[in-house]
């Protein structure tokens, strides 16, 4: 019996290359660049199955010509970056990554918080310099964390988890979201207008989805509620955020400090963000353990492996 036909658009960990080489036929060898749009035609048009990633652009051009195709596991929990409308109107399946990469993504959020505030880039890069004196009383100072206010915008499963993280930080938590979530035992969780999240916290953490209603949620008119000591992270998505207006704030320190993991033209960053010393700036490292993005593509290979046979998609977002 012929195997079926799988399209991977990117290069994966070499485990699930493995696992697939076994069950289903590649139409090519992935590589690691971005696919470009006319290789990206051929596979959509030629294939049964795609797991595609959150650079690949997946129109309703590029679901004409996908004839074959029944379902698309996208490698990431987001999806902004499939027509959702096109893909329902052909009945090809969409699947992500939920739950897998929580810990990992809230994880480093935290690491970008703790670089932030206590300039761990900054000093380390200056220790490789070869020329630091020692020790001085008023050397490099940074921000305390523990007791301070800790903002979450968006409580799903991420937000929440950095939530928990919080409370060994001894952190009061305030949130803004749809709904309402209960507090785990020992912390201190309570929802927040956004405006309210913003001018309260003296760490603001960006947990939502990017759609039309997150595009510039932080516009400079919100980024102008927020403390002259507050520190703004994303480890979501880049366009959450009006860049143009957050360089104008850093710039002019009407909020402390950013660290992005993540940035509204990726993979382009703006030399005037490159330039300023009140950010830490990451290569969109949220899910990069290589666990999670072995889980990941091995949860794309479920869904595509249910869909194939007839039955419902774990992880279906269409």
Known sequence: MERPTLYVTRLLPQPVLDAISVQYRMLADPTDRPATEEELRRGFAEAQAV?????????????????????IANYAVGYNNIDLPAAIRRGIIVTNTPDVLTDATADLTWALLLALTRRV?????????GRWPGWAPTQMLGTDVSGKTLGIVGMGRIGQAVAQRAAGF?????YAARH?????????????????????????????????????????????????TAFLINTSRGPVIDEAALLSALEAKTIA???????????????????????????????ATLETRVRMGFICLDNIAAVLRGRPAPNRVT
């Open 51 to 71: 797991i595609c990633t959150l650079t690949d652009r997946i129109d309703v051009s590029m679901l004409s010509h996908a004839t074959n195709l029944k379902i």
């Open 121 to 129: 880039v900054e000093g380390e890069a200056w220790v490789r310099t």
């Open 170 to 174: 001894r952190m009061p938590v305030i």
């Open 180 to 228: 309402s979530v209960p507090s785990q035992p020992g912390a201190s969780w309570a929802w927040r207008h956004l405006d309210e999240v913003l001018a309260e916290s003296d760490f603001v953490s960006l947990h939502v989805p990017l759609t039309e209603a997150t595009h510039h949620l932080i516009d400079r008119r919100k980024l102008a509620l927020m403390k002259p």
């Open 257 to 287: 400090g950013a660290g992005l993991d993540v940035y509204e033209q990726e993979p382009v960053v703006p030399a005037r963000l490159m330039s300023l010393p009140n950010v830490v700036l990451l290569p969109h490292l949220g899910s």
